[in-house]
């Protein structure tokens, strides 16, 4: 085997998930969590890095005995960040040479969902 591939590619040296919640009196909860993921080498030669990212959802409830009302907002400070990343190589007819480069899916920007549930 190569010496040189000892890159998986895309497994992150470092994950981390987690938040707060409080439920108070009178029905109001919430909770404040993150997501972060390092940066990850892209290709078995750690030549190209696929971004990590950090962040922040936030969640906002109020119950009754038969309601509930939600508010969520995930992205909370709107960052820019990348959900899948894959390092490809590609050639098209008129290069001489292939060119790799990071292929990406957007993450999600901030956005806010409202709820209500009843029960029965």
Not at 16 to 26: E, I, T
Not at 36 to 60: K, S, T
Request: hydrophobic share 35%; charged share 25%; glycine share 6%.
């Amino acid at each position: 085997m190569n010496e040189y591939l000892d890159y998986t590619p895309l497994v992150p040296a470092f994950t981390s998930l987690g938040g707060l919640s409080a439920k108070m009196k009178k029905g109001f909860r919430g909770s404040l969590r993150y997501r972060f993921m390092g940066h990850r080498p892209a290709n078995e030669l750690n030549m190209v890095e696929a971004e990590g990212y950090f962040i922040n959802d936030m969640l906002f409830a109020y119950s009754r005995k038969k309601i509930e009302l939600t508010i969520s907002v995930e992205n909370v400070f709107n960052c820019e960040w990348r959900e899948a990343q894959f390092d490809t190589e590609s050639r098209l007819q008129y290069e001489s040479q292939p060119v790799s480069e990071i292929h990406y899916t957007s993450g999600t920007p901030r956005f806010s969902k409202a709820g209500i549930c009843l029960k029965f």
